[in-house]
């Protein structure tokens, strides 16, 4: 029984270097590979900034498209007059442009 | 076994501190494979804590009685089902549940969140496995749930009989993931001030964690409370106890969060506000696992020693100082983008919400703390009761159920006095008829309870208009019918509607809880068989006694040795109405001085209440036979001193006859309890809209209704 558990115990090990140092490995053999020199990173994996920043203007995008809706319906459920529905879209709008052209900017 | 399960704990705490210093390693240096390697770690740590559970439950169902922790929560006898549920009963076990479920709960916030904010996941990463090590070490250095004894012991305690109830085995598994759900905004919350990133994408990355924090904690706390009515032999559902008001705190500040989000997320407001409500909601669960698991405020519900204190308060300590320093130092990129355009807007409304439920979340604290602070300043420990909670809580909570019909109501930015005009007249007319009827039948001794029906019907006037007026838009744009229509509409506007729907359990769950608190019939009195008493329009009858034993082999025991009861006749204006058998179980104890006869009954007994259950009323009952008659006592000294123990059950199955034949007068407690129902049902409405809101859309709807707003936004686009 105890062998059979520290055989357990050292697979367990095992699985868990294999898996928390795979990153680690991967990188390495990225770098050996690269010519040059130079660490390169993982192909799924952008620098932290510019990604950090689309995410951002993502999120605020889609937050803006949101709230977009939530004004429509609002003016549909009589919950808005026509006037202030209009100027409110308007404002959105000319924001998530301002959000839009900031990503395109980005790309 | 009991190695391998130890061995996990210590892998698992060198797991946490490798990835601690791998993550943040991994942000500072910008080097993204430690980043990587640190979040991998809380994955690691998921697969290794996963084993050391079924270790522990493997040894629960299989009565290894070498485990500490199974000799003295369970034992041959207690049904399987709750010898599972047996693992979080101990502190141990329970401590194992807290950890393992915060590195599930962990690694699917981690994994959603792989390709996006690297640099706060980070921080959480390293944050998360603190908790996680923190956890793991409290088992490693002060409750091994792994320790074992030897010579290894024939028999277990067995499971508290409190506990043997299906709810039971639900509520802890429901509160712990909310808690654990509870720091994983948090995490991210202070990884967005690290790494000074406090945009809108934090939040949308924890806005799902956060809502399903307050969704399990919402179901813990309604099953807590059912098994509180339902099973303890008090009759009530909440009794303002430190442990359930430890849970409520942050279910409190959760909710206020949820909304105030929205401002953030709309118009860039309240960041100093939401990103403290997140770091209050997850300090505020620790502290609810503090209180369950230090034992330092009497509860009915704290099962844990007093062991755990010190490194809780450290704990604790270390998250206010830490939050604090945070929101203080990073106050200049928290500032508002926008100001509030105008005090008749939803945006005012949900301040004034968030204002009410940290008022309330406030008033709690310090009735459940009030203990600690008074022994601290005084030398004596005092507390507060139910009074005191009722006091401030109840006109909170009616401001709060109108709050939630107006908000709806009310559009975002500015509303125009005219609109608002108009849409009030359909919820105050609801709220007015509900005034009117209520006074024509007579309810009028309970002004706050009428004050509530009023406010609820002006809530369920107020979502109804809002579900007619977006289903009449709905049909104006589509032609759909009206259910299809409906549920297009709520598909579409998942959280808008969800909420919604939230909005009605709420006040539906008020009633409830307005009715049976204000309109409750009570009796406590003594019968001999024959005998009846009035309660509210019932009679009850004590028809006659019952006696059941269960010897500890018999494949249908329960846990108790003997259950005496009665059988009671309720009929309302001469007609039959039910049928109740309570009764009280009686347990065995593991102390040999009660003698051969005495330790088969000396342990904790246990009410099972009997009720009959209508969407009008509840009758409840619940008895305490006196064990201790001079018959009945006489019975088991005679017994203790001529029986040895394993004849000890012909005295018992003796003292139930006697109990059959000459029952002595019996205390009952007769509850007649209006529309408690509706408080479940309440519960279920909330938790189903609170999964509308959370479900994610289709990618289908998303993706047209994006598209569409895309377009709208690009016409804008062209123009300018």
């Known amino acids: 029984m105890g062998v059979q558990i520290a055989i357990l115990t050292l697979v367990l090990v095992g699985l868990v270097v294999l898996v928390v140092g795979a990153p680690l490995r991967r990188a390495r053999r990225a770098e050996g590979s690269a010519s040059g020199a130079g660490r390169s990173l993982p192909e799924d994996a952008p620098a932290l900034s510019p990604a950090s920043e689309r995410d951002e203007l993502e999120a605020a995008r889609e937050a803006k498209y949101r709230e977009i809706r939530d004004a429509e319906l609002d003016f549909r459920t009589g919950k808005l007059s026509r006037e202030d529905y209009e100027a409110i879209d308007a404002d959105l709008r000319a924001e998530a442009i301002e959000i839009l052209n900031r990503l395109e900017r980005l790309s | ?720």
Not at chain 2, 288 to 314: K, M, N, W, Y
Not at chain 2, 365 to 381: D, K, M, N, R, V
């Open chain 2, 1 to 720: 076994m009991a190695g391998l399960g130890f061995a996990c704990l210590l892998l698992a705490l060198v797991v946490c501190a490798y990835g601690i210093g791998a993550s943040l390693y991994g942000v500072r240096s910008g080097r993204v494979e430690f980043s990587e390697s640190g979040r991998r770690s809380v994955y690691a740590l998921a697969g290794v804590l996963t084993v050391a559970f079924v270790v522990l439950e493997v040894a629960f169902l299989g009565n290894d009685f070498a485990f500490n922790t199974v000799a003295d929560t369970s034992s041959r006898t207690t049904p399987a089902l709750y010898r599972a549920a047996a693992v979080w009963s101990s502190q141990e076990g329970s401590l194992l549940l807290w950890a393992w479920l915060l590195s599930l709960w962990s690694s699917l916030a981690l994994f959603l969140t792989r390709k996006r904010m690297r640099d706060v996941a980070a921080y959480a990463t390293a944050i998360l496995l603190g908790f996680g090590g923190f956890f793991v070490a409290l088992m490693v250095f002060y409750a091994n749930p792994f320790a074992t004894t030897h010579p290894v012991p024939a028999e277990g305690v067995g499971l508290d009989p409190l506990l043997r109830f299906p709810t039971m085995m639900i509520h802890p598994p429901m509160l712990y993931s909310g808690y654990t759900l509870c720091t994983i905004p948090l995490a991210f919350g202070m990884g967005a001030l690290l790494a000074r990133r406090v945009d809108a994408d934090w939040i949308k990355a924890i806005r799902r964690f956060a809502f399903a924090a307050w969704l399990f904690l919402g179901v813990g706390i309604m099953l807590g409370a059912l098994w509180s009515y339902s099973e303890l032999g008090w009759g009530g559902y909440w009794g303002w106890d430190a442990v359930e008001n430890a849970s409520l705190m942050p279910w409190l500040t959760g909710t206020a969060f949820l909304h105030s989000l929205m401002i953030q997320e709309k118009r860039g407001m309240l960041k100093v506000w939401n990103v403290s409500l997140v770091l209050a909601t997850g300090t505020l669960a620790i502290m609810g696992t503090f209180l369950v698991r230090s034992g330092i405020l009497d509860s009915i519900h704290a099962f844990g020693g007093h062991t755990l204190g010190v490194p809780f308060v450290c704990l604790i300590a270390v998250l206010i100082a830490g939050s604090i320093y945070l929101v203080v130092s990073r106050r200049a990129m928290l500032r508002s983008e926008h100001r509030l355009d105008s005090l008749l807007s939803r945006e005012s409304v949900f301040i004034a919400n968030n204002l009410v439920l940290v008022g309330l979340c406030f008033v709690i604290f310090w009735g459940t703390y009030f203990p600690l602070i008074s022994e601290a300043l005084t030398g004596q420990e005092a507390s507060v009761g139910a009074p005191w909670f009722d006091r401030y809580t109840v006109p909170l909570a009616l401001i709060l159920v109108l709050l939630s019909g107006i908000g709806p109501v009310i559009a975002w930015r500015r509303a125009t006095l005219a609109n608002a005009r108009r849409n009030f007249r359909v919820p105050i007319a609801c709220a007015l008829l509900a005034l009117v009827v209520l006074l024509a039948a007579g309810i009028d001794s309970k002004p706050l309870a009428l004050v509530m029906f009023c406010c609820a019907a002006f809530v369920f006037g107020s979502i109804g208009q809002e579900f007619f007026r977006g289903a009449r838009a709905r049909r104006a744009m589509a032609g759909e019918s009206v259910p299809l229509a409906l549920v297009a509409l709520v598909r579409r506007n998942r959280r808008r509607y969800g909420g919604y729907i939230v909005h009605i359990g709420m006040a539906v769950l008020f009633i409830g809880v307005a009715a049976s608190s204000s309109f409750q019939h009570s009796s406590q009195l003594s019968l001999s068989p024959g005998q009846s008493t009035r309660v509210g329009a019932f009679r009850i009858r004590y028809v006659r006694p019952t006696a059941t034993i269960t010897p500890r082999y018999d494949a249908a025991h329960t846990g108790s040795t003997l259950s005496l009861g009665a059988l009671l006749d309720v009929t309302k204006n001469g007609h039959h109405v039910a049928t109740l058998d309570p009764s009280e179980g009686f347990y065995a104890s593991d102390e040999a001085s009660q003698g051969s006869v005495g330790s088969l009954l000396g342990g904790q007994p246990v009410s099972h209440v009997a009720m009959d259950v209508g969407l009008t009323r509840n009758v409840w009952s619940a008895i305490e036979p006196d064990i201790k008659a001079p018959r009945l006592a006489r019975i088991v000294t005679d017994g203790n001193s001529t029986l040895p123990p394993e004849e000890a059950l012909v005295a018992i199955a003796y003292l139930a006859r006697e109990y059959i034949k000459h029952p002595p007068p019996t205390q009952f407690n007769f509850l007649v309890s209006p529309l408690v129902m509706w408080i479940w049902i309440g519960g279920v409405i909330v938790f189903t809209g609170g999964l509308i809101a959370l479900w994610p859309a289709p990618s289908v709807v998303r993706r047209r209704v994006a598209a569409r707003t895309r377009a709208r936004a690009s016409r804008g686009l062209a123009r300018a």
